[in-house]
């Protein structure tokens, strides 16, 4: 069965950093790509990150430049980096699997069950 | 960027009623749309995808059509349990981008 599993959210001020992580279980993770994606408070979903099972990255233009996508394979684990954080960046952060195996862009039907970051002083 | 449009934002109904939610795309994104419900507190659900293909498990008054800049989510008889938060994606090309939900309420 696949299972995504967050961790790392919690408070963290303006301009600082935080990293999140999301591992995983139940499938070939090295074969699929994998996205982070945002929900702020009382507000709709928003794609923030992907990640291409080969390693290629895409960013949402609010977070370019500030948040790295990563994948460590031999851990099954996903990472987001996010240094200087915004008030606006506080949101509950889901990793979410793609459907597709080796596809650079899929939708999602596995999610987990999100992490939430507060950017506050 | 593709935007997508989601409409109505609300939406009153009640228990056996039909009802239909759109999304509207800037541009052609042939049929990668897919269609999510969220629960508050939850992670959303996929109830759609490739526009017209119904997820299993999904019930069948769960129906999409639609192809190119046009889609439709209908929802033929609404059971107690479908009153919830709906959201389209498009994954035709970088940034994805969802819908702006529609929240179906109770009338």
């Known amino acids: 069965e696949v299972q995504l599993l967050e961790s790392g959210g919690g408070l963290v001020q303006p301009g600082g950093s935080l990293r999140v992580s999301c591992a995983t279980t139940?499938?070939?993770?090295?074969?699929?790509?994998m996205s982070w994606v945002r929900q702020a408070p009382g507000k709709g979903l928003e794609w923030v990150s992907s990640?291409?099972?080969?390693?290629?990255?895409y960013y949402a233009d609010p977070v370019k430049g500030r948040f790295t996508i990563s994948r460590d394979n031999s851990r099954n684990t996903l990472y987001l980096q996010m240094n200087s954080l915004r008030a606006e960046d506080t949101a509950v952060y889901y990793c979410?699997?793609?459907?597709?195996?080796?596809?650079?862009?899929?939708?999602?039907?596995?999610w987990g069950q999100g992490t939430l970051v507060t950017v506050s002083s | 960027d593709i935007q997508m449009t989601q409409s109505p934002s609300s939406l009153s109904a009640s228990v056996g009623d039909r009802v239909t939610i759109t999304c509207r795309a800037s541009?052609?994104?042939?049929?990668?749309l897919a269609w999510y419900q969220q629960k508050p507190g939850k992670a959303p659900k996929r109830l759609m995808y490739a526009a017209s293909s119904l997820q299993s498990g999904v019930p069948s008054r769960f129906s999409g059509s639609g192809s190119g800049t046009e889609f439709t989510l209908t929802i033929s008889s609404l059971q107690p349990e479908d009153f919830a938060t709906y959201y389209c994606l498009q994954h035709n090309s970088y940034p994805c981008t969802f819908g702006q939900g529609t929240k179906l309420e109770m009338k």
């Open positions: 139940g499938f070939t993770f090295s074969s699929y790509g």
């Open positions: 979410a699997k793609g459907t597709i195996e080796m596809a650079t862009i899929t939708d999602y039907l596995w």
């Open positions: 541009q052609g994104i042939r049929n990668d």
């Open positions: 990640i291409s099972g080969s390693g290629s990255t």
